[in-house]
């Protein structure tokens, strides 16, 4: 449910048959975390020393990317959970290297060591890694992750993935509790050799759906955030970007940083379980769940899967409310059909923020549709 801040190239690229090419697969690897964040949408086992964690069997792994590759694979991410849990995560990275498969990695940092990331880096395979930073301090962070210590482990996580070259991305989840620490978050990300720093805010979804009753940011002032970030920060050594729907960001930072949108028709999410799903949120939405490797191919699912075939028909045109009006939904897609479907059970509901903002008379006329139909 989170895009990474990379560029969506791909929209539908459509074949010839309907069917798009599948363009990545999202391995969610572990069914289980070494953190209880409090914010997490798909909310797995803790499961700190990965003695009884869900992990996808290496055999599948295997086979889902052996079938993808004539569908058109070309890169695949690994998540979770926390991927680097999974006990098989050396085998995985060296499978993807022989393969030439490509791959990006989101992380919580905290099991990353010199090893792993000399072994990342030797891999020459991973192209993009995130890792989460909540705050500028231990107690801000950790009181997010629900495990103390993990600050000072993500910290030196990120330490060890610059030494060993990369410039990872740090992503930071925005609520009451740290708000005040953007500008430190951005000159701290900076200095510690990071190539772009991402703010997302709560979603109500999973565990999240707690913290965000008491602690998340009033969505009216989300734009407000925003608008002084793009400006502070327009012209920055470092990349900055922020979880915000096109409508709501200048055309100055469209221009100059296209938005990284989830290319939700040319992927498919592979759960811990081999089921394979819109992405994690089938972990919370099982009617999201289109299918499983044991028991079906790849490209069956994948060309035939009455899910999947009602995505493509509904996204973009499709979709109803503020996103039929919306100058931008050819790109933005509903920015993400899963959260919009948890929150209405509809595959063509409308993004949920636009919706709200809508509601409340925010969102920009000199984004809709109909502005631009008048004489």
Same mark, same amino acid.
């Given at each position: 449910?989170?895009?990474?801040?990379?560029?969506?190239?791909?929209?539908?690229?459509?074949?010839?048959?309907?069917?798009?090419?599948?363009? !990545?697969?999202?391995?969610?690897?572990?069914?289980?975390?070494?953190?209880?964040?409090?914010?997490?949408?798909?909310?797995?086992?803790?499961?700190? =020393?990965?003695?009884?964690?869900?992990? &996808?069997?290496?055999?599948? /792994?295997?086979?889902?990317?052996?079938?993808?590759?004539?569908?058109?694979?070309?890169?695949?991410? +690994? *998540?979770?959970?926390?991927?680097? &849990?999974?006990?098989?995560?050396?085998?995985?990275?060296?499978? +993807?290297?022989?393969?030439?498969?490509? #791959?990006?990695?989101?992380?919580?940092?905290?099991?990353? *060591?010199?090893?792993?990331?000399? &072994?990342?880096?030797?891999?020459?395979?991973?192209?993009?890694v995130s890792v989460s930073i909540d705050g500028t301090d231990?107690?801000?962070?950790? $009181?997010?992750?629900?495990?103390?210590?993990?600050?000072?482990?993500?910290?030196?996580?990120?330490?060890?993935?610059?030494?060993?070259?990369?410039?990872?991305?740090?992503?930071?989840?925005?609520?009451?509790?740290? /708000?005040?620490?953007?500008?430190?978050?951005?000159? #701290?990300? =900076?200095?510690?050799?990071?190539? !772009?720093?991402?703010?997302?805010?709560?979603?109500?979804?999973?565990?999240?759906?707690?913290?965000?009753?008491?602690?998340?940011?009033?969505?009216?002032?989300?734009?407000?955030i925003y608008r002084g970030v793009d400006k502070r920060y327009?012209?920055?050594?470092?990349?900055?970007?922020? $979880?915000?729907?096109?409508? #709501?960001?200048?055309?100055? =930072?469209? +221009?100059?940083?296209?938005?990284?949108?989830?290319?939700? &028709?040319?992927?498919?999410?592979?759960?811990?379980?081999?089921?394979?799903?819109?992405?994690?949120?089938?972990?919370?939405?099982?009617?999201?769940?289109?299918?499983? %490797?044991?028991?079906?191919?790849?490209?069956?699912?994948?060309?035939?899967?009455?899910? +999947?075939?009602?995505?493509?028909?509904?996204?973009?045109?499709?979709?109803?409310?503020?996103?039929?009006?919306?100058?931008?939904?050819?790109?933005? %897609?509903g920015l993400c059909v899963a959260h919009n479907y948890h =929150?209405?059970?509809?595959?063509?509901?409308?993004?949920?923020?636009?919706?709200?903002?809508?509601?409340?008379?925010?969102?920009?006329? !000199?984004?809709?549709?109909?502005?631009?139909?008048?004489?």
């Amino acid at each position: 449910m989170r895009c990474d801040g990379q560029v969506n190239t791909q929209v539908a690229c459509d074949t010839g048959n309907g069917i798009p090419p599948l363009r !990545s697969l999202y391995f969610y690897i572990a069914g289980a975390c070494n953190l209880a964040c409090r914010h997490c949408w798909i909310a797995p086992g803790f499961d700190p =020393d990965a003695h009884s964690g869900k992990f &996808l069997p290496l055999d599948l /792994l295997k086979k889902a990317v052996h079938e993808a590759k004539p569908l058109g694979l070309s890169s695949v991410k +690994l *998540t979770g959970g926390e991927p680097m &849990l999974h006990p098989e995560f050396r085998e995985i990275v060296s499978f +993807l290297s022989k393969e030439g498969i490509s #791959f990006t990695m989101e992380t919580n940092g905290t099991l990353i *060591t010199a090893d792993n990331a000399e &072994l990342l880096k030797n891999s020459k395979a991973m192209s993009f890694v995130s890792v989460s930073i909540d705050g500028t301090d231990a107690l801000t962070h950790d $009181d997010l992750r629900g495990v103390k210590g993990s600050y000072t482990r993500a910290v030196k996580g990120i330490e060890h993935l610059v030494k060993a070259g990369y410039h990872p991305q740090m992503i930071c989840t925005l609520h009451k509790g740290n /708000l005040n620490q953007i500008d430190e978050l951005v000159q #701290f990300a =900076d200095n510690m050799g990071c190539g !772009s720093i991402k703010f997302n805010h709560l979603q109500d979804v999973g565990r999240g759906a707690d913290m965000a009753f008491a602690e998340a940011i009033p969505i009216a002032e989300l734009p407000k955030i925003y608008r002084g970030v793009d400006k502070r920060y327009r012209k920055s050594g470092i990349r900055v970007f922020f $979880d915000i729907p096109p409508a #709501f960001r200048s055309l100055n =930072d469209i +221009l100059h940083s296209p938005p990284g949108m989830c290319s939700v &028709l040319t992927i498919l999410g592979i759960l811990s379980g081999g089921e394979a799903a819109l992405c994690g949120i089938g972990v919370e939405v099982p009617e999201l769940v289109f299918g499983h %490797l044991h028991k079906s191919s790849l490209a069956d699912i994948w060309n035939s899967a009455p899910g +999947l075939e009602l995505l493509r028909k509904t996204i973009p045109d499709g979709l109803e409310g503020i996103c039929s009006n919306c100058i931008h939904v050819n790109s933005c %897609l509903g920015l993400c059909v899963a959260h919009n479907y948890h =929150d209405s059970g509809r595959m063509n509901a409308s993004c949920g923020f636009c919706s709200e903002m809508d509601a409340i008379e925010l969102f920009p006329d !000199s984004r809709k549709k109909i502005a631009y139909d008048k004489p």
